[in-house]
């Protein structure tokens, strides 16, 4: 069984950062692509960043310059620094992977809280 558990939401001002990280665990063979995502109350989940296993990035227009994508292979774990944070990016940011355990499959994590506010 695989799991996928984010950590590093919380409260910030705005202009403020914070650093999710999200690791896998379980019976992986491999891991292929891994992403953040992010739902605001009312609005559609949407793609914030998103990283290959080779290392190749993109970026939601609205965070481009200002979060980081990244990942450590040998740990499982995908990282999303985020910088000069902004009111609306306040939603559940969602981690999200590619990955061959048994089969191949997309796992979720259970969300966790990032809200931008004075």
């Known amino acids: 069984q695989v799991q996928l558990v984010e950590s590093g939401g919380g409260l910030v001002q705005p202009g403020g950062s914070l650093r999710l990280s999200c690791a896998a665990s379980g019976s992986i063979f491999s891991i292929y692509a891994m992403g953040w995502y992010r739902q605001a109350p009312g609005k559609q989940r949407e793609l914030v960043a998103a990283i290959t296993s080779g290392g190749s990035t993109n970026y939601a227009d609205s965070v481009k310059g200002r979060f980081t994508i990244s990942r450590d292979n040998a740990k499982n774990t995908v990282y999303l620094q985020m910088n000069s944070l902004r009111p609306e990016d306040t939603a559940v940011y969602y981690c999200?992977?590619?990955?061959?355990?048994?089969?191949?499959?997309?796992?979720w994590g259970q969300g966790t809280q990032v809200t931008v506010s004075s």
């Open positions: 999200n992977a590619d990955i061959m355990s048994n089969w191949r499959e997309d796992y």
